[in-house]
């Protein structure tokens, strides 16, 4: 769910990013896993994870993010002042993942969150798209999404991807703060569909997903799909969401949710139809 796996075989550029080695890799997979082991043992609310007010850090990887040091060459949970940087959207596993190696993607990192974190499927692109051409010398990632964009075959895709993904921008492809793209001041101006809402950068990102019912549903279907071992049908769906949406205090919290599945007809139940 988190990209750990897709972790494993990335390999940034050492010339674009000469801060990333295996040891920054490792604390990056294992902080993703302690993190969500976290809220699968002590009950927390499932938004919290997008602004959790704690994390899970080493020396290594608080370095890379710009944070206090927990003097530990083990990864160890920290709590986090106000205004910290820290929560789902802000881990290095997904955002190296879904980069490019020398660069970021907001459109793979824009894809990222509508499939993954809110369930939003982006259509496939037509058969006229033209391939994806790197921008001229100079240009930032944002200046030649824009000239994409104004390709009436591409727009269609990229005006719901693009917005997302470029709202992270002050995350680079190795998940560090920056603000500066060769040169140029990082904007992190983005918009969330399908109302196009505006936020600037991850941390009003993630106050707009803790208020959007997507991201419970969402997690609910993608915890489904895992313990049946199979896409989840209308039928499973809508047994997760009537739990989800049962009110204040009901399945908020990850085990709560995995209770609901494992009770669900889906899981305790095989089809009649499948075959051995």
């Given amino acids: 769910w988190l990209d750990v796996r897709a972790l494993a075989s990335v390999m940034p550029d050492p010339q674009s990013y000469p801060a990333f080695d295996a040891?920054?890799?490792?604390?990056?997979?294992?902080?993703?896993?302690?993190?969500?082991?976290?809220?699968?043992?002590?009950?927390?609310?499932?938004?919290?994870?997008?602004?959790?007010?704690?994390?899970?850090l080493n020396d290594r990887l608080a370095s890379h993010y710009g944070v206090p040091a927990p003097g530990s060459a083990k990864l160890t949970r920290v709590e986090l002042p106000s205004g910290a940087r820290g929560g789902l959207l802000?881990?290095?596993?997904?955002?190296?993942?879904?980069?490019?190696?020398?660069?970021?993607s907001p459109v793979r990192r824009g894809r990222f969150v509508?499939?993954?974190?809110?369930?939003?499927?982006?259509?496939?692109?037509?058969?006229?798209?033209?391939?994806?051409?790197?921008?001229?010398?100079?240009?930032?990632?944002?200046?030649?999404?824009?000239?994409?964009r104004a390709n009436p075959a591409c727009a269609g895709c990229h005006n719901l991807l693009d917005p997302i993904g470029l709202g992270?921008?002050?995350?680079?492809?190795?998940?560090?703060?920056?603000?500066?793209?060769l040169g140029k001041p990082v904007d992190s101006s983005g918009a969330l569909p399908p109302q196009s809402v505006p936020f600037m950068g991850a941390a009003e990102l993630a106050t707009l997903l803790q208020k959007d019912p997507r991201f419970v549903g969402c997690l609910s279907?993608?915890?489904?799909?895992?313990?049946?071992?199979?896409?989840?049908?209308?039928?499973?769906?809508?047994?997760?969401?009537?739990?989800?949406?049962?009110?204040?205090?009901?399945?908020s919290a990850l085990d709560q949710l995995l209770e609901l599945i494992v009770l669900s007809p889906a899981f305790r139940a095989r089809s009649a139809n499948l075959t051995e």
């Fill in 90 to 104: 802000m881990q290095g596993a997904w955002l190296t993942a879904t980069s490019e190696a020398t660069r970021t």
């Fill in 114 to 148: 509508l499939e993954e974190l809110l369930c939003s499927p982006v259509p496939p692109p037509p058969d006229n798209v033209p391939p994806f051409e790197e921008g001229k010398q100079g240009a930032t990632i944002r200046e030649t999404l824009a000239t994409h």
């Fill in 221 to 251: 279907r993608k915890l489904m799909a895992y313990a049946v071992g199979r896409r989840v049908a209308d039928a499973d769906a809508a047994f997760a969401d009537a739990g989800v949406n049962a009110g204040p205090g009901h399945f």
């Fill in 23 to 56: 040891a920054l890799k490792a604390a990056m997979a294992e902080q993703a896993k302690l993190f969500f082991a976290d809220f699968l043992h002590n009950g927390r609310p499932l938004t919290d994870m997008l602004a959790p007010g704690f994390d899970y």
């Fill in 168 to 181: 992270l921008e002050a995350l680079d492809g190795i998940g560090a703060l920056r603000t500066q793209e």
